[in-house]
């Protein structure tokens, strides 16, 4: 992992360069999603399901109005456990949620409330309106604004903060910019109002760093977002090797789960620790495999699994005869 610039933001401080737009208004979309063998949700059906949004005054840096709406998705059974645990969203809390087209509307009527031309909606990329809202909203027949094809994308403004830093082109996550002001993630990670209000830290310290939100980007009509290398689209299906973290399952599973065999929160296969709440990986999670050179049944060693998971590598499909070999043959090449 490349080092982090260590940047100085002047807490408090009045905005150094008149920025074009009075108010930029932030929004991060939450999502149904799943990680599972057999995925519920994959990212062609995701449905919204947390609609907020924070408004920051760009002259005097504070905050001055925020808004969460809860929306309800066609499909309550995309609310898994895997995106409970994510996102903290329950389907009892969506349930009694807006329809998307509503909350589009009560966004759209709170935007008539701010002057003509003084505002720009600023995302952390481009998924969360040129991916999930605009792939939804075709799907489910609904219309959109302009003002949701030209929108800063944080992750392109930072590059051209630091464009002396080497990022690729889907960089810097979240994380990486609250790191380099010495910031830390407001409240809950993947909780849509926090993320925006994490993502608001950004934009002020920027801000009072000298840096102008003065060119939004503006989305192509023949915009296709597989041709997009500035996003990663979630992985909805587990591989073989995923492992079923049995704590976080029961803390999050539900009845509505029963009869899934795969209704639980998995973890990738290099992982040693569950994501969510750092329990080890079981030991009788690792099951024999197959290899598929010589079909024969093998189980990684205690001393391969580490070196798989502290590289976070996936498991090898050769047993260690075959990958030898296989290594042999390369070097004779």
Known sequence: MKPTPILNSPEGTKTKVNQKYRYLVVIDLEATCDYSPKPVVEQSSAEIIEFPWVVLDTQTLEIIYEKQIYVKPDLLAGVTPYCRVLTGITEEMVAKGSVLKAALNQFDDYLLTLPENSFKILTDGVWDLSVQLRSESGRKK???????????????????????FPFQTRDPPLHIMLQAFKLDFVGKHHSGLDDCLSIIQVVKAMISCGHNFNDPWLEAEDYDRNQDTSYVEFTATAPPDAWKCETCTQKFANENDKGFEFRAVWNKPFASTCRFCSNPRPVNSIQPRICQSCGTSFILTPQELKYFQSKQYYYPKLCSSCRFLKNQNRNYK
């Open 142 to 164: 609904l219309s959109l604004p302009k003002y949701f094809s030209e929108y800063f994308d944080l992750k392109r403004e930072f590059r051209k903060f630091l464009p002396f």
